[in-house]
Nanobody, 122 residues
Framework: QVQLVESGGGLVQAGGSLRLSCAAS????????AGWYRQAPGKERELVAG???????NYADAVKGRFTISRDNAKNTVYLQMNSLKSEDTAVYYC????????????????WGRGTQVTVSS
């Protein structure tokens, strides 16, 4: 019933920017914590950025200073602003979010989006 949908991926040149969106829909009250992950071909999926319910931010060293994770609670959407993109940023980017599914405080579950492709050309 609950779905996370990523969007905003595409093909950009090195040095360019993209903003990824992760929209939660379905039976949802809000998003608690969320994170962006990425997986390049032949590589393990890695955490890129995370945001807690209180707004605390965490970033992988490889993207620190270039990427920014944010959240719009009114829209139930998480964003990843990616600047100064490099070819090594090429990957499928996945959104993960812990979602409040009802007004019951105990009704929380974690979900994954299906991913959006980001390709950076040098």
């Amino acid at each position: 019933q609950v779905q996370l949908v990523e969007s905003g991926g595409g093909l950009v040149q090195a040095g360019g920017s993209l903003r990824l969106s992760c929209a939660a829909s379905g039976y949802i009250v809000g998003i608690n914590a969320a994170g962006w992950y990425r997986q390049a071909p032949g590589k393990e999926r890695e955490l890129v950025a995370g945001i807690t319910v209180s707004g605390r931010l965490n970033y992988a060293d490889a993207v620190k200073g270039r990427f920014t994770i944010s959240r719009d609670n009114a829209k139930n959407t998480v964003y990843l602003q990616m600047n100064s993109l490099k070819s090594e940023d090429t990957a499928v980017y996945y959104c993960n979010a812990e979602v409040r599914k009802s007004w019951n405080l105990q009704d929380n579950d974690s979900y994954w989006g299906r991913g959006t492709q980001v390709t950076v050309s040098s």
